[in-house]
């Protein structure tokens, strides 16, 4: 590790010149290196630092010095390069606005290069594929899709969709367990590529029965849900384990993982959004259910790709029963652990006493009676609205919120979800058209702000969960912390009467309002 004591450099030309044209025209200087004198004279960084993105601005900060002279005095090489910075500032300030988005799409770009050089293409692609197609698209064609092919296809009701979607989250908690596997149980020799391959072939076996089967056997349908839901939990588990061992590994860019995954799923969950309702329109509710082909697909390719040390190793039962019973003691000592059961623990309360109940506002969303009646298209316009939240609450985190103490931003977004959450209760009230607002816009507001506020409370937890793995159980642990979201002994009880108590709540308003209008 470089030494914090303050050290003294020098500026001196790199070596690295344009050679002259054929009219004579000297060659110029593109860049500078700073040489620390106090290292041996060898170069540690550039000149702008590193740290920006190179060759965004190779136009305006080009320095064209004295090639033969040797730039000793920091002070002028400075001013040489703003001279020639107003000079390029000057010219293209006609055209200011493009060169601001193409500075804006070049560090974005220059970000995910970055992330490549230093931590592996087929792992970028992996986050990409779990979290941007397997998390983003398919969970937004499951929310979207599959509520439409219970309601159109399988004629449910409200409360029996949402016993239906919690037994579909029984493989979401016991995630740990899939995290064990991939730790543990090596296939081939590989540890995480095999259970890519796996995942890939069941999701794709279980979508083409959903979409060719008819009006499926209830039970059956559900255990085919069950059956995809098995498999975005054994991919996601899997991810995270290489997802922790690269946080561990580099902490320097843990934030930088973290907003790479939920920058993925945020775009995502946008464009599966911003398609499922057009889809359900134009292939009906169940022939929509098809698009979930893609991420099945794409988790096979990531099975191939993936790049992974093959493990030579023979594996015996009593070899299995030594490794679980490592795996369970570094697990305990991990989690009595003040800074991992304390955050844990508020991970848990902060979900367990937030009620959703997102189920039975889409029902009332798409009932003509008693709701707006909203179109499927603007269904799916809500929920994208939501995706464009996250992804302002990844940009607002990874700018200016990353450097801020865990305590004091909890504390905050705490009380954020607190006020923010009194929409939902605005919204079934009806409130807000005494306000003035109608329905359209305030729903699309909620959802945007409810996401972006959920995403900044889930940010600094997901960065402090894959820094606490202990090495050889990255799945296991961070699965387990992750899988506090879904272990919740009321929900799939109280939640079904929840949403059709608000549901009920709507449907009284309306005809109260219906009442009055009539009398009048």
């Known amino acids: 590790m470089r030494s914090s004591s303050p050290k003294f450099h020098r500026l001196v030309q790199h070596r690295e010149l344009e050679e002259g044209d054929e009219n004579g025209r000297p060659p110029q200087l593109i860049s500078l290196a700073r040489v620390d004198l106090d290292d041996g004279g060898t170069p540690s960084a550039s000149f702008p630092p590193q740290s920006e993105p190179v060759g965004l601005h190779s136009t305006s900060k080009q320095i064209e010095c004295d090639s033969g002279r040797e730039l000793l005095d920091p002070k002028e090489a400075i001013s040489c390069s703003e001279t020639q910075v107003a000079a390029s500032d000057g010219e293209s300030r006609g055209r200011k606005y493009p060169g601001v988005v193409v500075s804006w799409m070049g560090q974005r770009v220059s970000w995910i290069v970055m992330l490549n050089r230093e931590l592996n293409v087929s792992f970028v692609f992996g986050i990409m594929v779990i979290y941007g197609f397997g998390q983003g698209v398919g969970g937004a064609l499951n929310k979207v899709v599959v509520d439409y092919y219970w309601k159109d296809v399988q004629l449910a009701q409200p409360s029996s969709v949402q016993l239906y979607r919690g037994m579909t989250t029984i493989p979401w908690e016991v995630k740990p367990l899939w995290g064990l596997m991939t730790d543990i149980l090596p296939i081939g020799g590989y540890y995480r590529r095999p259970y890519f391959v796996i995942t890939g072939l069941l999701s794709a076996v279980a979508t083409l029965v959903l979409v060719m089967g008819g009006q499926l056997w209830v039970p059956f349908a559900v255990g085919m849900l069950m059956v995809l839901a098995a498999c975005a939990a054994m991919s996601d588990a899997t991810i995270d384990a290489e997802v922790a061992t690269k946080s561990r590994e580099k902490p320097s860019l843990a934030a930088d993982v973290q907003s790479l995954c939920a920058i993925s799923l945020s775009v995502g969950s946008l464009l599966g959004y911003s398609v499922s309702g057009l889809a359900v329109d134009k292939l009906g509710s169940q022939g929509a259910l098809g698009l979930m082909l893609i991420p099945a697909v794409l988790l096979l390719v990531l099975g191939f790709v993936l790049h992974e040390e093959r493990v030579v190793q023979k594996w015996h039962n009593t070899q299995l029963s030594k490794q679980l019973w490592i795996v369970t003691e570094e697990l305990w000592i991990t989690l009595k652990h003040p800074k991992v059961w304390r955050p844990t623990l508020y991970m848990y309360l902060a979900l367990a006493v937030s009620p959703d109940i997102s189920e039975g506002k889409f029902f009332w969303y798409t009932d003509v009676q008693s709701g707006p009646g909203f179109a499927k298209e603007f269904v799916g316009a809500i ?84 820094k606490l793995c202990p090495p050889g159980i ?9 899988s506090v979201d879904n272990v919740d002994p009321d929900e799939d009880i109280l939640e079904p009467r929840q949403r059709e108590e608000a549901i009920q709540l709507v449907e009284t308003q309306v005809q109260k309002e219906n009442g009055l209008a009539s009398s009048v």
Do not use: C
């Open 383 to 466: 929920y994208a609205t939501g995706s464009v939240g996250t992804l302002l609450a990844v940009y607002i985190y990874h700018k200016r919120l990353k450097k801020v103490s865990f305590r004091k931003l909890l504390f905050w977004i705490q009380f954020l979800v607190a006020v923010f959450g009194m929409l939902d209760f605005i919204l079934v009230t009806r409130l807000n058209r005494q306000l003035g607002i109608p329905d359209h816009y305030f729903v699309i507001g909620d959802e945007g702000l409810t996401q972006a506020i959920n995403r900044l409370k889930w940010m600094p937890l997901l960065i402090l969960a894959a």
């Open 474 to 482: 990255e799945g296991t642990f961070f699965s387990l912390l992750m």
